[in-house]
């Protein structure tokens, strides 16, 4: 997912009404309906049938000559069944992968547990289709699960420098910023650069600027464009330093400057994706 070889060889890192007639007749009053008088109808027509749509939005009381407006029903029974039960499986995913440390920390035993519980929410929220609700992936993603990172480098499946103590790099927070109207799409790295002692160590933020189209329901191809780099903290003032796309003629077979993925889960806050490498990666909405 993420790989700070990009500083070098940026493009590795890549990554849905008429009025009714109100007649009187004898019925008992719910509790939750509310009242607006009409005006004596002749006998004549109390016994009119009323159109099957009407009668379940209208209750006709004959001893005050009123006609009751119901409330607007509930949902069914089963959407709500599975809105509580889409959120208990998400609780369930965020409490799996929380502590892993955006999956640098996973074993393999995580993995598996995270994989699985991302596939039963993906089976509960069905399937995806962006095609008409592209607006779905607007916004700033945080990402907080990448199963890629368990390969202990910051390139995930793909060539990058590895964690750990070799090379004095923290890996901050990762953001995908989405702007569905102009097809932009940021992988956005905050990093902690080490130096030598007693110089403090460097903060910086990596922006990989991509374009992005949808192909199919629910597959987004991004096509890598550029590198800035900016520092943060006390050398913010520094000017950003931008590294261009590799020219296609130089750039190597492993590192094309494109990338797929499925959105496999998306709703509100929560988005889950498969990547063109098998790739598990959860964000929410930041």
């Not at 005050?64 to 809105?83: A, I, M, W």
């Amino acid at each position: 997912m993420v790989s700070l070889s990009l500083l070098l060889c940026p493009s590795t890192f890549l990554s849905h009404s008429s009025s009714p007639s109100s007649f009187p007749t004898k019925s008992a009053l719910p509790g939750n309906i509310h009242s607006a008088t009409k005006p004596f109808l002749p006998l004549s027509l109390k016994r009119h049938r009323l159109p099957s749509h009407v009668k379940s939005n209208f209750v006709v009381r004959s001893a005050l000559d009123e006609v009751s407006v119901l409330d607007p029903p509930p949902p069914p029974q089963n959407e709500k069944g599975k809105t509580e039960l889409i959120a208990s499986l998400k609780l369930k995913l965020l409490s799996i992968v929380s502590g892993l440390n955006r999956g640098l920390a996973a074993s393999e035993d995580d993995m598996q547990k995270a994989d699985a519980a991302a596939k039963e929410l993906e089976a509960v929220g069905g399937l995806v289709d962006l095609s008409n609700d592209i607006d779905k992936l607007q916004g700033r993603w945080k990402l907080i699960y990448s199963s890629a990172f368990s390969t202990r480098t910051l390139g995930g499946s793909r060539p990058g420098p590895p964690t750990g103590r070799l090379l004095p790099i923290t890996l901050g927070q990762v953001f995908q910023r989405i702007d569905v109207l102009s097809k932009d799409f940021d992988n956005i790295v905050e990093l902690e650069l080490g130096a030598p002692w007693p110089l403090p160590p460097v903060e910086v933020t990596a922006t990989l600027a991509h374009k992005f189209e949808l192909i199919g329901s629910a597959k987004v191809k991004i096509t890598y464009e550029k590198t800035t780099v900016k520092t943060t903290g006390n050398l913010s003032q520094l000017p950003s330093l931008e590294i261009p796309r590799i020219p296609d003629a130089l750039r190597p077979p492993s590192n094309p400057g494109s990338g797929e993925f499925e959105v496999a889960y998306v709703d509100g806050d929560t988005r889950i994706t498969r990547g063109d490498r098998e790739e598990l990666r959860i964000f929410v909405i930041s």
